[in-house]
Structures are given as C-alpha cells and as structure tokens.
C-alpha cells in the first residue's frame, strides 16, 4: 500500500511538472516575438527567399528565419520589402512575387496571403482589420494605393497614382503618402482622406520623395532623394528635406543627390537620413540644414527604435552572404553589431 501511495504522489508530480512545462512552452511560443526587433531581410535579388529575423530586448539575442521556423515548408518569397502590424497580425510585403503575406502576430505562423500586388512596397494599418499598402506596379510606372481587410485578405479599394508610391503616415485625419517616381521622376505627396478611398490634394516638394516622419511639433518632414539621370548625369538633381506644416510647404533644405532612409529621434525633436557613406542629424528647429555626422558608413536601411532611442543600421555586406545589424545609442556610439540574413533593409520594432 505504500508503494502504492509512493507511485501515485510521483506520477502526479510528473502530471503537474508536465502541465507547468507546457504552459511555460505556451507562454515562450506567444510572448517569443513580442518585445524585440524584426530584421527584413530582403534576400538575394532575383533568386532565393526574403527572410525575418528577430532581436530579442532581452539580451540581443538574434533568432533567424523565424518565418520558416514557424511555417515548415513555407518560404516568404523573392524579394521581402516591408514589415507592419495590423491589429494582431503582421503583414510582410513580398516584391517580387506579387503578394503580401499575412502572419499571426502571437506565434508567427502563416494565416493568408492578398495576391496581385505588383512590386508591393510599404504597409499603414488604419485598424484592426484594415490597411493600405503601395504598389509601384508592374512597370513601375502604374503605381496604385490599395486598401485591404486583412481578415478576408481582399482588395476592397484601388487608388491609381504615377509611378512608384512609397511610405505612408497618417497625422489627425489625413494621409501622407509620399510618390517617388518609380523608375523615373515624381515630386508628389498625396493627402489622401482618413478612410484612405480617396485622394483629396497633392504637395509638391522635391525630386523623387520616399521617406516621411513626424515630428514632436506634429509637422511631417519628407526626404526627396533627388533625380538620377544615369545617361546624363548633368540633368540628377539633389535632394530635399521638406517640412510640411497643416498640408503647405513651410522649409525646405537642399541635401545630396541619392539622400534615404529618413529617421526620428525617440523625442521627435531630431531627424536622421543617409547619405554618401554618413549618417547625418538634423535639429527640426534649426532655420538652416545641419551638417552634424554622427556615424560614418554605407549602409542599406535604417531605423530608431521609438522605445529606447537606439538607431539601427542594416549593412548589406556583400549583398550575397548574410548581412549586420549595427546598434548605435542616440549619440551615434557603438552597442553592438549583429549578424542576421542576406540584405537587411527595414525594421519593426515591437515592445
């Protein structure tokens, strides 16, 4: 009767120890990619798969792969772009291959997929269930606006633009949506209406816009890249820093040709863009353009965790092999760097 007794007390330890360590797999399995920073890897031009890998808060521990990880057999495809949460999901768009792929924010496991989203570029949820995304087209020349519902993965609305709409924010209850040309030459910013099925008026700034911020003042700043005429060179034209202020143009800074990758600080109150091999800073009060470099280094993406401050730098290597993560405090000094999948180009930061 005692060994009775013995055998059930251990067998109900091993039942509770067994129900503890599935909830603790439950709660690793949900909470895995909650607080960190995924990495879009765009993967190798033309041939392989885009890749996610995620940075953990914690301990800057880097996970790979974690689309395939999380979806045996499935693969993201050629090339991803973007990466943005809408609701509970994440929606990552995938250029190459037409599509948008639509991933369930708790564990990462693949849910649907919105086809026919020509070289599908950048992602603004307008809430839970709705977002728009950019397309350049197929020729990148027949640019389009689409609004999405994420739970039945259709297109319920096609605004048509010129070539190549970029990145998107909404201020109060308009819609920025900067224009950059595609594959020729635009200087469009769309005001489009809060429901985002209509464009109401146009901004122009500079040559070839594609990245816009906020600011702690609430005016949005718009980078241009400038024109780059490749058979004549004489007919580029630099870059702008544009601020816009209640939809009219209030400054605007001329800057070098192939300037991108424009940033915000954590307080709003300093801006950061590339270009020629450095990272530049911009204080949003000043009345003419800063010159302040805070790092130096070609670099292929860039991005300020709005939780921490920190800037992240995506270095492409060799465009072959997989690429580095280098993290910068607000100061520009060095934190760490590391490695994570072939050409990083965006970030999301999740806290």
Request: proline share 1%; aromatic share 10%; hydrophobic share 35%.
């Amino acid at each position: 009767m005692k060994n009775f007794t013995l055998i059930l007390t251990l067998f109900s330890a091993l039942l509770v120890l067994n129900s503890c360590n599935d909830d603790e797999q439950m709660m690793s399995t949900a909470d895995v990619y909650t607080h960190g920073t995924f990495v879009i890897n765009q993967g190798k031009f033309g041939s392989g798969t885009g890749t996610i890998s995620f940075i953990s808060n914690n301990d800057n521990s880097v996970s790979q792969n974690i689309y395939q990880e999380n979806n045996e057999g499935l693969v993201l495809g050629n090339v991803a772009q973007s990466m943005a949460r809408v609701g509970n999901r994440f929606l990552i768009t995938i250029n190459n291959s037409e599509k948008v792929e639509i991933i369930n924010a708790s564990d990462f496991t693949y849910e649907n997929t919105i086809e026919g989203i020509a070289q599908a570029r950048y992602v603004l949820a307008l809430n839970n269930d709705e977002a728009l995304i950019t397309s350049w087209g197929a020729s990148g020349t027949d640019g389009k606006i689409f609004k999405v519902n994420t739970n039945t993965a259709t297109i319920n609305t096609t605004i048509d633009v010129s070539g190549g709409p970029e990145k998107m924010i909404a201020v109060d209850d308009v819609i920025y949506v900067t224009n950059s040309g595609g594959f020729f030459r635009d200087s469009i910013v769309y005001l489009l209406n809060e429901t985002g099925d209509a464009i109401d008026s146009e901004i122009v700034v500079g040559d070839n816009p594609s990245d816009l911020v906020l600011d702690a003042n609430g005016d949005v700043w718009v980078l241009c890249n400038g024109y780059t005429d490749f058979s004549d060179p004489n007919q580029s034209t630099n870059g702008r820093l544009v601020q816009l202020r209640n939809g009219s143009v209030v400054n605007s800074f001329e800057i070098g040709n192939g300037s991108s990758q424009l940033e915000v600080s954590k307080d709003g109150n300093t801006l950061f863009y590339m270009n020629g091999g450095k990272v530049y800073s911009h204080d949003i009060n000043n009345t003419s353009l800063s010159s302040t470099i805070i790092y130096e280094g070609f670099f292929y993406g860039m991005g300020v965790n709005p939780f921490n401050g920190n800037i992240y730098l995506a270095d492409a290597v060799d465009f072959d092999s997989n690429g580095n993560v280098v993290i910068l405090d607000e100061d520009g000094e060095i934190i760490e760097t590391l490695e994570v999948g072939i050409i990083p180009g965006e970030f999301l930061f999740e806290d």
